[in-house]
């Protein structure tokens, strides 16, 4: 069965400060894996995804597959990066929408 | 903004009455879901559909039901609400491009409450 954990519900950094989500996963094979924000009012909407390998918002993740982890980061955290993150997983063949998601951490970024 | 849109974003409903959420998209995706959010258990996926008249079930489908009779419209059903529905709904859409899925794109959620 695949899985993410997402170890902190709540994270709260200074303005300025490196901040690391974590995401882990267990999945029987090569997963797609995603990471997700939800901003206060707003609908989710894709952060980034491993495959392209891009930085989003000064965001980069990369895909850690001996330690099946797949871990946000950023080296400098804004007021305007508080949200909700979510980590999602899906399975080659199937259909990113059916992800897995992780229950999410809630990211404060104070002044 | 992908084109999906939610309806009610709001609603109230009795206990063991019916309630019905719609979720209408304009992108011609083929695939549609419904998640529901829930503090401590993140998005759950309900059902979803991999085209018109094909459904299937998610993590969490018991007192759930769902019908796609157009490409455009995704319809949830509560057939007799409980209040461990009350719960954040949200719909998604996405696509397949060759070898890799496309990301999901999310409606702005239906907050329903079951009294």
Known sequence: ???????????????????????????????????????????????????????????????????????????????????????????????????????GTTLTVKP | DAGITQSPRHKVTETGTPVTLRCHQTENHRYMYWYRQDPGHGLRLIHYSYGVKDTDKGEVSDGYSVSRSKTEDFLLTLESATSSQTSVYFCAISETTGRYNTEAFFGQGTRLTVV
């Open chain 1, 1 to 103: 069965a695949q899985r993410v954990t997402q170890p902190e519900k709540l994270l709260s950094v200074f303005k300025g400060a490196p901040v690391e989500l974590k995401c882990n996963y267990s999945y029987s094979g090569s997963p797609e894996l995603f990471w997700y924000v939800q901003y206060s009012r707003q609908r989710l909407q894709l952060l980034l995804r491993h495959i392209s390998r891009e930085s989003i918002k000064g965001f980069t993740a990369d895909l850690n597959k001996g330690e099946t982890s797949f871990h946000l980061k950023k080296p400098f955290a804004q007021e305007e990066d508080s949200a909700m993150y979510y980590c999602a997983l899906s399975g080659p063949g199937t259909n990113a929408g059916k992800s897995t998601f992780g229950d």
